[in-house]
């Protein structure tokens, strides 16, 4: 893509968070932060363009000061170095639309959780609706011809209401969760609804080469009009004369971004902080959002077994384990909140003495500095979702384990397990037994085999950063006939 091109972002939310001042009755704002800002960031300023989503807030709680609103977004945008646009949602399509159709619909599926799902018609509704109302948003807002990113699962009606408004540019998807295998995707009532939306798409990006074939094989299923062509290096899906690439990038972090503030003073001054606090414990590490694809009671019951089968390990190591709040308005978040709160307290109250406890358990946000400490003070990383797209935090604890020490244990279900299969103890969080004796290993495991293995993964963290994510992405959306794959797992 020309680096001139300007480029427009499409996500649910936009990259700020906005807190309204009760006192002086205005809106306060700053930038957000995360993988997906840190990655658009460079590559919006240095193209220009828009960044289109939503600002996190019902229209509802809004009114009467939408001005001071749109003034501090576009202030933010303004020294962010592009345009932000707000896309406002009533606290009815936030529920039908957020809560509803992505988060209890698309989230549980997607996961492999049917069971799950709430195929609410209603929830269905506003989903098309909340998708137009993006589009015609981006319809008002865009240069003709200008390429558009559109991002995950909230999303995938973008394209097909676009082209309906007039056909712009290329326009990209990337899908930031699993796509889940047949026999799921069937479940949902509006498949082939879904289905054409996705086909709508110039470039289909994925984050593995699982999530590939799953899709393929629903469009070969569902779709038998198409005809789906394997080059050497692309796979192109042709439907009623239009060609739709297919992709694969596994999302990465700002690998500098950690592997530098991990080497800062105030990380180590918090890791002090951390030793004098926890005792001179082994510390075993999950950080996770509340969510039950996080498999955060299976990690919980593999650590209670890994204390049973090795009592040696009690008064040896502790399990930190931060859960950052999420989602809280939807029911099946709430009821697994109880359900941990219940398992730390009996797996506490089993094992503690009076000098030690085995698992330490924050239900908060931390700020970056105390997140990048724990990364570095740990020995074991645990992350062992049920299912995930990539698994950033696996990336993260690498990244900031500067000392090349700790061992990385890692879910074979997550995109992760692509790149760092060789290095991490891969495990499948539904064996109890195994995962047990994982952890063991990892805690066990002699000093020169953990800096061999840590070693390569940094490597692999560094060579395939975020903004090789990104520009192989952008690159593709400008040509997609020219793709080459970015996956190492294909
Ligand atoms: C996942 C999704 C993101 C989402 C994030 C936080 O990583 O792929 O699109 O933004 O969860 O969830 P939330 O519902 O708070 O946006």
């Given at each position: 893509m020309p680096d001139n091109q300007e480029l427009t972002i499409v996500s649910n939310r936009l990259p700020i968070v906005m807190n309204f001042d009760e006192q002086n009755r205005q809106w306060n704002g700053k930038p957000g932060s995360g993988g997906l800002v840190s990655a658009m960031n460079p590559i919006l300023q240095s193209r220009g363009g828009t960044w289109v989503g939503w600002?996190?807030?019902?229209?509802e709680k809004a009114e009467g000061y939408e001005q001071s609103l749109r003034e501090v977004i576009e202030d933010i945008g303004q020294e962010a170095g592009y345009k932000l646009e707000p896309v406002m949602l009533s606290s009815e399509e936030v529920e039908g639309y957020?809560?509803?159709?992505?988060?209890?619909?698309l989230w549980p599926l997607f996961h492999?959780?049917?069971?799950?799902?709430?195929?609410?018609?209603e929830f269905w509704e506003q989903y098309v609706e909340v998708n137009e109302k993006f589009a015609a948003g981006l319809a008002n807002t865009m240069e003709p011809g200008q390429p558009i990113w559109v991002h995950d699962?909230?999303?995938?009606g973008v394209a097909e209401k676009l082209r309906q408004f007039g056909s712009p540019g290329n326009i990209g998807y990337f899908l930031h969760i699993p796509f889940p295998a047949l026999e799921n995707y069937v479940?949902?009532?509006w498949r082939a609804d879904l289905m054409r939306a996705l086909l709508a798409y110039d470039l289909l990006g994925f984050q593995s080469g699982r999530d590939k074939r799953n899709f393929l094989e629903c469009v070969e299923r569902l779709m038998p009009q198409t005809n789906i062509v394997h080059g050497d290096t692309t796979t192109t899906v042709e439907v009623q004369g239009e060609k739709v690439i297919v992709g694969v990038f596994p999302i990465s972090i700002d690998f500098d971004d950690f592997n530098e503030r991990a080497q800062s003073r105030e990380v180590e001054s918090r890791m002090e902080r951390m030793r004098e606090e926890l005792g001179p414990y082994k510390m075993l590490l999950g950080i996770d959002r509340?969510?039950?694809?996080?498999?955060l009671l299976e990690r919980f019951y593999a650590f209670e077994e890994l204390l049973s089968r090795h009592p040696d390990l009690c008064e040896e190591v502790v399990f930190f384990q931060l859960v950052v709040p999420s989602r809280e308005s939807v029911p099946e978040y709430q009821a697994l909140k109880r359900e941990i709160d219940r398992i730390v307290g009996r797996i506490n109250g089993r094992f503690s003495t009076s000098k030690w406890q085995p698992i330490h358990y924050l239900y908060n946000t931390v700020d970056i500095a105390e997140l990048t400490a724990l990364y570095r003070h740990a020995s074991v990383g645990v992350v062992t979702p049920l299912?995930?797209?990539?698994?950033?935090v696996s990336k993260e604890f690498c990244a900031s384990q500067v000392d090349e020490s700790g061992v990385l244990i890692l879910s074979?279900?997550?995109?992760a397990a692509d790149e760092f299969h060789e290095d991490a103890l891969l495990?499948?969080?539904?064996d109890t037994v195994s995962t047990a004796e994982a952890i063991y290993e990892a805690v066990m495991m002699d000093e020169k085999e953990r800096r061999k293995r840590m070693r390569r993964l940094r490597h692999e963290v560094q060579t395939h950063n975020v903004y090789w994510w990104a520009n192989q992405f952008v690159d593709s959306l400008h040509e997609p006939s020219t793709l080459v794959e970015a996956s190492k797992g294909e």
């Open positions: 600002p996190g807030m019902v229209a957020y809560g509803g159709f992505a988060n209890s619909v492999g959780f049917p069971n799950r799902c709430d195929f609410k018609p699962y909230h999303l995938i479940k949902l009532p509340l969510d039950y694809t996080k498999g299912c995930d797209g990539m698994n950033l074979e279900f997550a995109g495990v499948n969080p539904y």
